[in-house]
Structures are given as C-alpha cells and as structure tokens.
C-alpha cells in the first residue's frame, strides 16, 4: 500500500535535456536521428525511413539544453523552488550503447550515480523513467525495434543493471514513457518503420505485447530486487468527450478511449481487456504470445498509475466532426468549441483533468501520479530578460486547482510533476520556441544561444505553491 504523502515536482526526460548525445560511450537513440522542426520532424516522426540515412543539418538532442553538464546549476535552481519529487529518465544508450551490450558502460552509470546523489542532497525524490522514447538505434537496425521479441531480454538486462545499482536510492520507476503513443507515433514509441508492413497495426500490437511483457518482468524484477521499489506503468491521458449526444458519436468516443487505455488494462488490471479481442479481429491483428506471459502479466501488475495530462479529446463520426480536426498534436482529435486552443494546438481543458482523472481511478482503483502537466507556448523576455508568464500560471494554477477537485472526489493521487519546469526541447516538434518552463533556457530553434538559466515569474508561483502544499495558488 502508497500512503506517503502528496509529492509537489518537476520532470524532464533524458532525451529532451541531457544532450551529451555520444559522450562518454553513449550510443545512439531512436531521437538522436530526429531533425529539427524546419526539417521535418513531423513527417520524420511517421515516415522515419525517408530521413534515417541522411544527413541532416541539426539534431536538437545532440546538445538539447546540456543537462548532462549542467545537472547541478539546475537541480539547485529547482531546490529553490522547493521540488520535492524530480521526474527524469535514464537514457538507455548511455547504458548499454548497442541496447544489448554484454557489460554496461560505467561512465554512463557514474552519471547517474551523480545525478541521483545529488537529488537526494537536495531532498528530492527521484521519479525514474526506464525508456522515455529513447530504444537504442542499434535495437532498430538489428531487430527493427520492439517488434522483435528480442528486444524484451535486452531491456530487462538494462533495467536489471539499474535495479541493482539504484538500490535503496531511486524508489519510484515507470517502465515506458506514455506506452499507448506507439499506436500514434511508433517509431518513437518502439522505434518501429512500418512503412513496408503488409499491416502496420500487426506490427505496432506485437510491438506493445513485448513492451507490456518488458514491462510485466520488470515490475516483478524490480520487487524482487528491493521490495520497496514503486513501480508504474504510464499514460497519456486525456478522455475522448463524444462530439455530440448522437449514440454514433458516443461510441466513437467510447472506442478512442479504448484504444488508448488497452495497454494500461494489461498493465494495471492483469490481463488483456475482452473489447481487444474485437479490435485486433478486425485489424486484422493476430498476437504471438508465448507460454508463461498471461501468468507473467497476471502476476506483476503495476504499483501505481502515472499518466500525463494536457487537453481532453473529441470524438466524432459525422462529416460535420470530420471537418473540425485539430492538427499539431500526435493524438488526432477534433476541436471542441468550448475550450481555447494553444498555438500548438493543445485544447485547454483543467475540468477535463479531474474528468480522467475520476475515469482513471473508477476504472483501476490505484493510486494515481500525474507526472507531466504544463503549457507550452512561446515567451518573450523583456529588455531584462525576464519572462512575465502569466498565462503559465494560470494554466497550472487552474490544472491544479481541479486536480484537487479529483482529490476530493476520492481519487487517489501521489503527486503533481510539472513537465519540462526547466525549457527543453519539445518531443514531437523537436522545437525550444514551445516552452513549459518555470525557468528559461536561452537557447532558440536552431541551437543558437548562451544556455544561460533563468527563472521566469512562474517560478516564484509554484514556490509559494509548494510551500503551502497546494492551498496558496494566487
Ligand atoms: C509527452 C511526452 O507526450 O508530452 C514528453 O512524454 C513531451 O516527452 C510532452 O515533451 C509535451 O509534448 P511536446 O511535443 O510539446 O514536447
């Protein structure tokens, strides 16, 4: 049972903010090969096999904002903020560069050693992604990702190695970043091309079979390793609302919400859910699943339920819900009028957050940790730098509050992380100019600027907010 009490943090992911991306042995990851927005990310992001031979000008990850170097300047920065729980991942390459080398480079661990050391000086507690969109290339060009099975037994070696060296000092794991976006952006959910494949969705459904076995043993090595290891599975979340009160358009939305809790059912609940039988028939999706991995499945269930929250859905049928499609984001969704809508294309939806929420926990009765929440938008600092963002705080300030709401509805939560509290480079458009941060990174699209930190106003915000647990959020 998690009874410890409600964690107030920040959280990042290696990917998006260590840079560093060949140093000390590190290999190359699936995000290493990502250009630049201008130089089509997006369109890398669903037809990688156009763009992974090529060279290309700018690789945002290869120095993103250099954490790896600067890790100290900015866990200070974030002590000064009161951070209780610091979300970041280990970036699997920097362990095992080939994804599944025979000894773990011990440059890349001591790393790590230093980063977590020095958030336990600073009373944080570490939050701990296995794989945030971040499988070895090597893994892709060897066995095309995680549709080979062989991809289980080398992340399982790489967690093992974590497991045991992060003993008694990192309790809380999360075992894949958002697990349902392989359906939406496979390449980075599983390093998958499915551009030749007779039937992508076979590709992508056997892809996650393995991840939710990688995912099952790891849980059950993680608690044998330390029993007091906590450890999640992770969703993006946002519930499809139905696009009108038509029954058509009430089971489309009862559909998308299906597609997108699967793989979290597996892995809270035990087993595969009955509407997957269905759903694979009719995509034709034939699962090769080997002796022993129901039993697996059934035994090592996640600890708790991490999920992100950005913006609702919408889901329709009709032609008229057809036309209001709302691009820029990797889950498709139509545009619900009732909400504003970022320049990115993110609708802002606080009640929705205490709607899924309460989905969420009637539908597992686990506890819940909302690990990544912010706005990202464009700051302009002004002639001294600083960044006035009000429309930050009022973003979290109203996410907050409804969070709250959910809280007294009964649910369960452990904590409040807001994602990307220091400026990093944005996952699906691969930009800076989309900022979440409490703190400023001088650094634009192109990879020009002084790296130089800065706190924005927002950082004084979410201080008080700490400070007072949640009860000041003026
Ligand atoms: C989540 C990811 O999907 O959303 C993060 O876990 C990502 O890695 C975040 O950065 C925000 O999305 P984006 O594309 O604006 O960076």
Excluded at 297 to 303: G, Q, V
Excluded at 324 to 331: E, I
Aim: aromatic share 12%; glycine share 8%; proline share 4%.
């Amino acid at each position: 049972m998690i009874s410890e009490k409600f964690m107030w943090g920040a959280a990042m992911a290696a990917n998006q903010c260590e840079g560093a991306y060949l140093e000390e042995g590190k290999g190359l990851s699936i995000v290493d090969l990502l250009p630049d927005a201008a130089h089509g990310r997006w369109d890398m992001l669903y037809h990688p096999e156009k763009y992974l031979d090529k060279e290309l000008e700018f690789y945002p990850s290869h120095e993103a904002i250099d954490f790896y170097h600067r890790f100290r300047e900015d866990l200070e920065l974030l002590a000064g903020m009161g951070i209780q729980a610091f979300r970041t991942s280990i970036s699997w390459p920097r362990i095992f560069p080939n994804g599944d080398d025979s000894e773990p480079n011990e440059k890349g661990l001591e790393f790590y050693d230093r980063l977590f050391a020095e958030c336990r000086r600073l009373n944080m507690e570490p939050v701990v992604t296995l794989c945030h969109f971040d499988t070895p290339y090597a893994l892709v060009k060897k066995y095309g990702g995680w549709k080979d099975r062989r991809a289980v037994d080398a992340y399982c070696r790489y967690c093992e190695t974590i497991f045991r060296r992060y003993r008694g000092i990192v309790r809380y794991w999360i075992t894949f970043n958002e697990i349902n976006m392989i359906t939406h952006i496979p390449y980075l959910g599983g390093g998958l091309l499915i551009e030749g494949e007779d039937n992508p969705k076979q590709a992508i459904y056997q892809a996650a079979h393995h991840q939710l076995v990688a995912s099952a043993r790891a849980v059950q090595m993680g608690h044998e390793i330390d029993p007091e290891n906590r450890i999640g599975c992770m969703l993006a979340a946002g519930s499809f609302y139905p696009y009108s009160c038509r029954p058509e358009d009430v089971l489309e939305s009862l559909e998308k919400n299906h597609e997108n809790y699967l793989f979290i059912d597996v892995q809270a609940r035990g087993a595969y859910p009955a509407y997957a039988e269905r759903l694979f028939e009719e995509n034709g999706v034939v699962l090769k699943m080997e002796e022993g991995d129901s039993s697996l499945l059934s035994r090592n269930t996640a600890d708790y339920i991490a999920f992100s929250y950005y913006s609702s859905r919408l889901a329709g049928t009709g032609e008229e819900a057809r036309k209001n499609v709302v691009d820029g984001n990797a889950v498709t969704t139509l545009r619900n009028p009732y909400l504003d809508i970022t320049a990115w294309g993110r609708q802002i939806d606080p009640v929705g957050l205490r709607i899924t929420m309460n989905e969420l926990y009637d539908r597992y009765q686990k506890p819940l940790f909302l690990v990544e929440n912010g706005l990202g938008c464009e700051d302009i600092p002004d002639e001294s730098g600083f960044v006035q963002d009000d429309y930050r705080i009022d973003y979290a300030r109203r996410h907050i509050l409804q969070m709250q709401e959910a809280i007294k509805d009964g649910v369960k939560c452990l904590g409040y992380l807001a994602w990307g509290t220091i400026d990093l480079i944005s996952a699906g458009g691969g930009e800076m100019k989309k900022r979440y941060g409490f703190i400023y990174v001088d650094r634009d699209n192109n990879g020009k600027g002084t790296m130089k930190r800065r706190p924005k106003k927002s950082y004084e915000w979410y201080k008080r907010v700490i400070a007072s647990d949640g009860t000041k959020l003026d």
